[in-house]
Nanobody, 124 residues
Framework: QVQLVESGGGLVQAGGSLRLSCAASGRTFSTYAMGWFRQVPGKERQFVATISASGGSTLYANSVKGRFTILRDNAKNTVYLQMNSLKPDDTAVYYC?????????????????WGQGTQVTVSS
């Protein structure tokens, strides 16, 4: 069992930056691929980024590529999402998730554990 707690969300102006953190419980964090997803009211949860268990491989949605960076620190059981050049369209609740497999996956159903989410609002 893995428990995930996100933090770092907030209100930022367009063009600004935020860094989200996701702290995980348990001793198996380093064996999970981790992902970030986001959701706006009335729409499906969508993939943002994922990182392999070792941190050596990453994958991004086209909409955030070049602006967002996913990182992890296995010693601290934490995964991060560095978000730069934010746009109003990035406004959403951001969720981190853990996947027990070793391959990078982008489907919501592929992930086994989810955090409660953190709100990111980008003003124009």
């Amino acid at each position: 069992q893995v428990q995930l707690v996100e933090s770092g969300g907030g209100l930022v102006q367009a063009g600004g930056s935020l860094r989200l953190s996701c702290a995980a419980s348990g001793r198996t964090f380093s064996t999970y691929a981790m992902g970030w997803f986001r959701q706006v009211p009335g729409k499906e949860r969508q993939f943002v980024a994922t990182i392999s268990a070792s941190g050596g491989s990453t994958l991004y949605a086209n909409s955030v590529k070049g602006r967002f960076t996913i990182l992890r620190d296995n010693a601290k059981n934490t995964v991060y999402l560095q978000m730069n050049s934010l746009k109003p369209d990035d406004t959403a609740v951001y969720y981190c998730a853990a996947d027990r497999t070793t391959i990078l996956r982008i489907g919501v159903a592929s992930y086994d554990y989810w955090g409660q989410g953190t709100q990111v609002t980008v003003s124009s």
